[in-house]
């Protein structure tokens, strides 16, 4: 239970921190990837101090350039973060309530 609460303290504190600058950033220059890979690094911090462990096979078959379609199934909440911090670069079809999160709904529409 610590670890979780120490994780969402990262996690909001992070967001915190590098979201304004990035979204300025992103305005500025009118592209979305430099804020996605802040948001990635974010993701794979967060799951590396959650202590999971992820085994990822197949990934030799990702067909970069290709139009595909992951979907999660969504066993914990580490599903979302840790999928992010896996995948090439992927434009995420969420539900309403993260458009909830102050900084992060902003960053999100960004993106598309």
């Given at each position: 239970?610590?670890?979780?609460?120490?994780?969402?303290?990262?996690?909001?504190?992070?967001?915190?921190?590098?979201?304004?600058?990035?979204?300025?950033?992103?305005?500025?220059?009118?592209?979305?990837?430099?804020?996605?890979?802040?948001?990635?690094?974010?993701?794979?911090?967060?799951?590396?101090?959650?202590?999971?462990?992820?085994?990822?096979?197949?990934?030799?078959?990702i067909?970069?350039?290709?139009?595909?379609?992951y979907?999660?199934?969504?066993?914990s909440?580490?599903?979302?973060?840790?999928?992010?911090?896996?995948?090439?670069?992927?434009?995420?079809?969420?539900?309403k309530?993260?458009?909830?999160?102050?900084?992060?709904?902003?960053?999100?529409?960004?993106?598309?």
């Open positions: 239970m610590i670890r979780a609460c120490l994780v969402v303290l990262f996690i909001a504190i992070y967001i915190l921190l590098t979201a304004p600058p990035m979204l300025v950033y992103t305005i500025l220059v009118r592209e979305t990837d430099s804020i996605y890979a802040v948001g990635r690094f974010g993701a794979k911090v967060a799951v590396w101090l959650s202590g999971a462990k992820l085994e990822v096979h197949g990934k030799e078959n067909q970069p350039g290709q139009a595909v379609l979907l999660a199934n969504h066993q909440n580490i599903d979302p973060p840790a999928l992010v911090s896996i995948l090439p670069p992927v434009w995420i079809m969420a539900k309530e993260f458009f909830n999160v102050p900084l992060l709904n902003i960053g999100m529409r960004m993106r598309g």
